[in-house]
């Protein structure tokens, strides 16, 4: 990652033949921009410059080079320190490594290879963290509020001012809702607007992990410890380590398990499988379910005091057919994001295929959105998504046929309709399925025609 900025380094050395020599020796490499400096208070005084690397030597005249090394640290902790010097004392050199500094080269024939090594080393290092830091601002953006809640209705505002409430602390949260309402996109932009965003998000499906493996896949395992178990691993709490652990249907998780998570999160710590010794855990709890967890415990599928201990902050996404207008926010967010993805010229949505969309009832909510509108966009010829592009493949009848308000006599000849067309028009079959008779099948299709 180049950013066009010079690398500075400075150079801290009180010998003027060994403050030339490593002067010159950097300046032969043409990215570098290099400062000289002979006391460890002029090179303490231009720290606003902001160098990238300080080469010290451990004895200056006016302050010894440990002295330097925590005044550098503490105006700027970004800028690498590299120890030059005579003294080879182990002591002294654990001492300044533990303050901070980068490297310990000692004076001899092989230090300008060693220096140039070390600063190469410094640079690489230097562009991957800034590499990171561009990611992490990208992921942060990506999981906004806006960019993961499309929409602007009512039960959307509502969505942003819990999730903005629960970023303030590190509160447990509930997020519930049906499937496909987009529990794990919340459960990010929590973590990612928090001051836990640095850290890992650790997203474990308790449904998907069978019975026998919850244990491990939270908690580890040692060696040994069960058949399989070739080497040590850790679990997904230690995983999560100053981060967040999102524990997505923690409704399936069974009950024989749900102590050792109680434990766990009251203790803040775990045991691995096959181990005695206790290992320290801090990470947020982010839990989400379809279920109705309270009925859970009721039935006595879910423990109480797990209930109450995991419930924290309770943020309820609502199904996509009460959202409203939301629909057609979301359609045109989806239209637009595939077009791009798959390099295609941007198709808009038509009024009547607006309408389709807002008389459906996405049983599969936004998962179903997204997988129909990017179905129409592959579907359409024009650059127009008509109605006749939209596919409902997953919908229930009965659930298309109460969308629109008919009459009795509208919805029958719609049922009829259906099925003479499930069974290629065989008016006989059709009539034994439904339990009336052929005649009455032609007197509606004869009145329908009229």
Known sequence: MDTGKPFKIFVVEDD???????????????EYEIESYTTGKDCIKNLSQEPDVVTLDYRLPDMKGLEVLKEIKAINEDIQVILISEQDDIEVVVELLRHGAYDYIVKSSDVKERLLNTINNIRKGSRLKKEIVTLRKEVKKKYSYQNTIIGNSPAAEKMFSLIEKATRTNISVTVTGETGTGKELVAKAIHYNSN?????????????????????ELFGH????????????????EEASSGTLFLDEIGEMDISLQAKLLRALQEKEINRVGSNEAVKVDCRIIIATNRNLLMEVQEGNFRQDLYYRLFGLPIELPPLRERGNDVIILAKHFIKSFC????LDEKALSSEAGRKLLSYSFPGNIRELKSIVELAVTLSDHDEITKDDLVFGGQNMMDSLTNEECTMREYTIEIVNRFLSKYDNNIKLVAEKLDIGVATIYRMLKEENK
């Open 16 to 30: 003027d033949w060994y403050n030339r020599l490593l002067v010159h020796n950097l300046s032969l490499i043409p």
């Open 340 to 343: 791009k993805e798959n390099e």
């Open 196 to 216: 836990r965003a640095k850290k890992p998000f650790v997203p474990v499906n308790v449904a998907a992990i069978p019975k026998d493996l919850i244990e491990s």
């Open 222 to 237: 040692e060696k040994g410890s069960f058949t399989g178990a070739s080497s040590r691993r850790i679990g997904k709490f």
